[in-house]
């Protein structure tokens, strides 16, 4: 008997322990802390060409490497025409310290919250390089329309092929936006059989000369291959209705770029477009200031570094050619005049230059 209840305390005391730690809270486990960032520098891209993006952002981060060893430089990869909205979310989750975006109307919009963003992201500007862009909106002449208004009364089931419809792109929320502010909801526009067809960067135009589409919405109006394209297939340019386009500016920071009459070939009349040009630089609000203004000297001293465009004017060597248009001469005092306030240490650069008012203080 006594082996017995040897044997039975044997076993209970265990069972009891196991129930007693059991019934104890459990302890509570730490989440998992944010990976440090404090020792490195990234710079990504909103909507521009790589080879654009890669240019700039090699020379940014070069020099920034000279003035902070101690920090590893980062360049984000994202192909070209993507990264709209993304890249410009980036500066607000940490994840990206500068964005090169294409355009500062983007930057713009992300500041202010509205369009393609669900909320306000918290950066501030550097500088833009400028160039001259627009976005084309052209239709097959054979339909016989030459405005929206044509668009509506005719109810034509119009394929426009532009940007991927991915939430990142801009271009199918600005063709849409158009087509609302114009009278022409997005379900009169379907019922006429109509389609907007996200094709993405380089298919867009493609889709137009196969058949695929009879209409384009996109950006790249300076290319002088719409000239080639026009010839393979005509292209009636839709203009804005210059309401709208104010429409466009006030709510989303979204400027237009009158287009001068034959531009194009058999483009008799001037049109208003939406603006594509001048491609800017951000960086996140909280950052560093020495850091920004590192970056304000580069924007504006690494300008020679630039390689102008082939054929440029004599005389116009200090362009900033390849940026995503027509070259614009860089003119500091103008290109630090962004549509969202400028970072604290880049406003301390360019007051030590004159760009700037001194302080009243």
Same mark, same amino acid.
């Given at each position: 008997?006594?082996? @017995? ?89 940490? $994840? ?45 002449? /054979? ?9 509506? /009364? ?25 087509? $609302? ?23 867009? @135009? ?39 386009? $104010? ?48 970056? /304000? ?39 630090? $005049? ?24």
């Amino acid at each position: 008997m006594n082996i @017995r209840r040897a044997l039975t305390a044997l076993f209970c005391v265990p069972a009891l322990l196991v129930l007693v730690q059991c019934s104890q809270p459990a302890p509570e486990v730490a989440a998992p802390a944010a990976p440090a960032r404090g020792n490195e520098i990234r710079l990504t891209g909103a909507g521009n060409s790589y080879a654009g993006f890669s240019k700039v952002g090699t020379m940014v981060l070069r020099h920034l490497k000279r003035e902070f060893p101690e920090r590893d430089m980062w360049m984000d990869y994202h192909e070209a025409g993507t990264r709209f909205r993304d890249g410009m979310i980036a500066l607000g989750n940490g $994840k990206a310290d500068v964005v090169f975006a294409n355009t500062p109307h983007l930057v713009d919009m992300a500041y202010r919250g509205v369009g393609i963003f669900d909320a306000p992201v918290p950066l501030r500007g550097i500088g833009g390089y400028p160039s001259d862009d627009w976005i084309n909106f052209v239709v097959d002449p /054979a339909l016989g329309v030459k405005s929206f208004a044509d668009i509506k /009364a005719k109810q034509v089931g119009l394929k426009i092929s532009t940007g991927k419809l991915d939430g990142d792109n801009v271009h199918p929320f600005l063709i849409m936006e158009l087509l $609302k502010r114009h009278g022409i909801t997005l379900e009169e526009f379907k019922s006429w059989g109509g389609e907007i067809l996200g094709v993405g960067i380089g298919g867009a @135009r493609n889709a137009y000369l196969s058949g695929e589409s009879n209409a384009v919405f996109y950006e790249s109006g300076y290319d002088a291959r719409w000239d080639e394209q026009i010839k393979k297939r005509p292209m009636q340019f839709i203009s804005i209705d210059p309401a709208v386009a $104010k429409q466009m500016e006030a709510e989303y920071g979204w400027p237009s770029n009158e287009v001068r009459a034959n531009y194009y070939p058999g483009q008799p009349d001037a049109f208003l477009a939406l603006d594509f040009g001048t491609w800017a630089i951000a960086v996140r609000e909280d950052l560093d200031d020495e850091v920004a203004y590192q970056i /304000a000297r580069i924007f504006i001293e690494g300008l020679d570094q630039q390689l102008p465009p082939p054929g440029v004017k004599p005389g116009m060597e200090k362009v900033s050619g390849g940026f995503g248009g027509l070259a614009v001469e860089f003119v500091p005092s103008e290109m630090i $005049k962004l549509p969202v306030p400028l970072h604290p240490g880049a406003i301390r650069y360019y007051r030590e230059k004159g760009l700037l008012p001194a302080t009243t203080e």
